[in-house]
């Protein structure tokens, strides 16, 4: 069993509200524009694909790393990567989702520390 202390939980917490926030926008949402077409369906893509790398990047941030802005950067890559190899199926790469991939990785990063600053000063 781990033990997680404040920190680190509140990291998880954040990070399972944003993939849940960011699959109910890929299922429901999604499914919601293309069928009333209102003609913004990439953005119902973009919207998930910004908070799933949020979301990722924070629960990865549960276990203690000595540079944990290299697993945000990881999984940044990793959604860039994701993305060319989508690119190859469809013949398109949709910029949008790398423009959301890397803001949504530096928001994490503004997470992370706004989450250590405060625990910082809980600590003393």
Known sequence: MIIL???HKTSLIIGIVFVTIGFFVKVFYRDFISN?????M???????????VIGFSQIFLIKPFKY??????FVVVGSIINEYKISFRTGM???NDIIASVAGGAISLLILYIVAK?????DK
């Open 5 to 7: 202390d404040d920190k």
């Open 36 to 40: 009333n077409e209102t003609g913004v």
């Open 68 to 73: 944990p802005s290299l697993v945000i950067l």
């Open 118 to 122: 405060k625990f910082k000063n809980v």
């Open 42 to 52: 990439s953005w119902a893509d973009t919207l998930s694909c910004f908070l799933y």
């Open 93 to 95: 790469i949709d910029v």
